[in-house]
């Protein structure tokens, strides 16, 4: 039984002294680890204007680039309108046309009593009502114009589909989306470090980006967002203090990353200790 105790006692020991030893390690190393996820930035895509999907042009996984046109509503009803505009817009022209002559022949003609100033006032008055018509006309065309543009739905930025929600014959409102897609450009880390380490970081300060992908590349970036505001530890944040510790989110904007950098994928992040304070210039 005594044995039993004395080794207990030396296990204890060197339990406790190989935690020091490690604590005191990762204390005093000129290397701060930080564990995040490549972060995912969504958009979803949507119309303008109420309508029938016509056309869907790509499916998940497909990698799109900006200004590329993603789906379009069915532009019948909205072709309609252009010409029902575009007619009015004519018609109305061609009224203050006449309007123009008709007040020009009085005015000739009012000097010598061919017709009364109240003719004038009439045919000047007509004249300006047509004005008014043709340019709320003209602005109904340019609103026409515009919603027959807003039946097509571009990508806003290079990025990757990553659910296709809608189908076409779909009848969607304005605002719905038909896709979500996953931007790709800038990328950036989404890390998060302990409150005692947050005085060893700063804004610009260089990083070094891995992920668990066997002599994978090494990314550079530097930090460009320190969260103001503790939170506590997400769970998808793999860490080696209690899940219950309060952290503070930063983010590190990766330079040159490549197509092997995906989103979402977890990432290790090296940050140098030394200078804590951020360089100044002169």
């Known amino acids: 039984m005594r044995y039993r105790i004395i080794l207990l006692f030396f296990a204890v020991l060197a339990v406790a002294g190989t935690g020091c030893y490690i604590f005191n390690t990762q204390r005093n190393s000129s290397t701060l680890a930080l564990y995040g996820n490549v972060d995912v930035r969504q958009v979803d895509i949507g119309f303008r204007v109420q309508g ?22 069915d532009k019948t009803p909205y072709d309609s309108k252009v010409q029902e505009a575009a007619a009015k817009v004519k018609s109305t022209k061609a009224q203050l046309e006449l309007a123009e002559i008709l007040l020009k022949r009085r005015l000739e003609v009012v000097d010598s ?34 919603d027959l543009s807003y039946t097509e739905a571009f990508a806003p930025t290079d990025c990757i589909v990553l659910t296709r929600i809608r189908e076409p014959g779909t009848v969607v409102q304005p605002s719905d989306p038909v896709y979500t897609l996953s931007v790709i450009s800038p990328v950036w880390v989404r890390a998060f470090v302990d409150e005692p380490q947050l005085g060893e970081i700063y804004y610009g300060m260089q990083a070094e980006v891995t992920t668990d992908t066997p002599q994978g590349k090494t990314y550079t970036g530097q930090i460009g967002f ?54 100044t210039t002169g």
């Open 52 to 73: 029938r999907v016509d056309k869907l042009f790509f499916e998940e996984g497909d990698l799109v680039t900006k200004g590329t046109i993603l789906a379009t509503l």
């Open 226 to 279: 320190i969260s103001p505001v503790a939170e506590f530890t997400p769970k998808t944040v793999q860490t080696t203090q209690l899940r219950t510790d309060l952290v503070y989110r930063l983010r590190i904007y990766v330079d040159n990353p490549d197509k092997y950098l995906k989103q979402g994928m977890p990432v290790t992040v090296k940050l140098h200790r030394g200078n804590t304070h951020e360089p």
């Open 113 to 146: 009593g061919g017709v009364s100033q109240e003719s004038v006032d009439q045919a000047r008055t007509n004249r300006d009502s047509l004005k008014a018509i043709l340019k709320e006309n003209r602005a109904a065309l340019v609103v026409a114009l515009d």
